[in-house]
């Protein structure tokens, strides 16, 4: 199908809607009368047109920025315009960040491969590999959409100074196209970025060395006496001021219901508590910075305590460069970004490891039906295996989910076992059992997500785990060890 072919297709499924045939004003009382599958469709119709459009814009924007690249801004320049960006901002109206995306995304789709030398006996040169033209292919054919395309491409950066690196690219940027649709484009850029430190651990040291030494704290009063701090943070000390402020403040943001009764008690009272999520963070901050070493740390955290997991494959640690630094990357156990080997290293030495023993699809620790909860170990496994709440779409951590039992424990008699087990949010889990959905798993296969009465498609549930590609052979990443 043509491009013009697919925009004429696309607007004839919106224009089929008669209702539609109305003064723009007086859309919103229409669509107001409208049922909800009606509403539900031409939302997807509209936006399917949407993303037609906006490869245009885009693919025009790269043009532009091509022409505007001359002495004294080309075709930018020619209209009165410093750059290209400001030129795309005028035009479609939007934020200078929108219009920059838009150009950058441009650009990329008009990169080709460097022109090779002619050969010397006059056959035509062999065009050289260009990594991600698959992305831009599948950009162009509407399979992702600018800010995914953006996402990916920026997450992975320029693949690795060594043999072979472009084509294990090419591998990783297709396979996330294929993760993207239903992701929010913040998770698909933390996985694009996780993938690349996997790739490139030497990579990833020195790119977490430029963010430790971009470090700050600094502090200011303005004109009206209010004092004001900003901290840039180094990604470590990010994600334990992250962790304090998830453990004393999860109960407002839906953490899991299953705890003891003191937990329970505390819980209660923070949803009373009249402050605002701000308000409280602000005061649990302050409150670590007078109690320092003095206090006991129940009295600041309460009964939940704050931690920071780093989650690596076993057989990635142990090889270490002439200068003795460990060449591993591990994750965050909630939010998956990469830490270097130094981090690891040094966790190691601190506190120690916990090893979680997985089958070739990932499945650890089974206890069977003598306990109908599952255990402190089996959590971190499902931690492991599935790198938060598994629903569509859902970017919730491992510590803010409840396991669920895909074989309920008493009308399905269902075992406390890891492989029929799956991480969600409290949300969805409780989404899960008052509407009527279903989550089932045929052996080792992927858990599948079943909408309340077959009203829809049922859909096969991802791993969120920042090292899912691990498990052998990998389940939702064929191709990545052939590379």
């Keep these: 199908m043509t491009f013009l072919a697919e925009v004429a297709s696309r607007a004839r499924a919106v224009a089929a809607h008669d209702a539609l045939d109305v003064e723009p004003a007086s859309l919103p ?67 200078r960040g929108e219009a920059s995306r838009t150009v950058r995304v441009g650009a990329a789709l008009l990169e080709g491969p460097p022109s090779a030398p002619a050969h010397p006996c006059g056959e035509p040169p062999v065009p050289a590999f260009v990594w991600h033209a698959g992305l831009r292919d ?27 690196a472009a084509e294990v690219w090419a591998i990783a940027a297709q396979q996330l196209v294929g993760e993207a649709p239903g992701m929010p484009v913040e998770e698909l850029a933390k996985r694009a970025r996780a993938v690349r430190d996997a790739l490139d651990p030497v990579g990833a040291g020195e790119r977490f060395a430029q963010r430790f030494a971009g470090r700050a704290f600094r502090t200011w009063t303005d004109a009206d006496g209010v004092h004001h701090a900003r901290i840039d943070f180094d990604d470590e000390t990010f994600a334990w001021v992250q962790s304090i402020t998830d453990a004393a403040l999860r109960p407002r943001r839906g953490g899991p219901r299953f705890m003891t009764d003191l937990e329970r008690a505390q819980a209660d009272e923070l949803v009373r508590d009249p402050r605002t999520n701000e308000q409280l963070a602000y005061d649990l901050m302050m409150d670590v910075l007078r109690a320092g070493a003095l206090a006991s740390a129940e009295d600041v955290f309460g009964a939940r305590q704050p931690g920071v997991r780093l989650v690596v494959v076993k057989d990635a640690v142990g090889p270490r460069d002439p200068f003795g630094r460990l060449l591993a990357v591990g994750n965050l156990e909630d939010g998956g970004e990469a830490l270097p080997g130094a981090v690891l290293d040094r966790a190691l030495c601190d506190t120690g490891s916990v090893t979680v023993t997985v089958d070739r699809c990932g499945n650890p620790l089974d206890v069977g039906r003598e306990q109908r909860l599952f255990s402190g170990k089996q959590r971190v496994a499902l931690a492991v295996r599935d790198g938060g709440c598994r629903w569509p779409g859902c970017d919730r951590p491992p510590s803010y989910c409840e396991a669920h039992h895909a074989d309920h424990w008493e009308e399905d008699h269902g075992c406390t076992d890891i492989d029929r087990g799956v991480l969600l949010c409290r949300f969805h889990h409780l989404l899960l059992h008052n509407q009527g959905w279903k989550i089932s798993r045929d052996g080792t296969g992927p858990f599948v997500l079943h909408p309340p009465g077959g009203s829809g498609e049922s859909v096969a549930l991802r791993s969120k785990s920042p090292v899912r590609w691990a498990w052998d052979p990998p389940p939702d990443r064929g191709g990545w060890r052939a590379a």
């Design 138 to 164: 599948a950009m162009l054919g509407g399979a992702v959409t600018a800010a995914q395309h953006d996402a990916i491409r920026r997450g992975l950066g320029d693949p690795a100074e060594c043999d072979g």
């Design 29 to 95: 009382a229409v669509l107001r009368r409208m049922p909800d599958d009606a509403v539900v469709a031409l939302l997807e119709e509209a936006s399917a047109l949407i993303g037609c459009a906006e490869r245009l814009k885009v693919a025009a924007a790269g043009v532009v920025a091509e022409r505007s690249a001359a002495p004294h801004g080309g075709l930018a320049g020619t209209l009165g315009h410093r750059s290209p960006v400001t030129l795309v901002q005028e035009i479609t109206g939007g934020s």
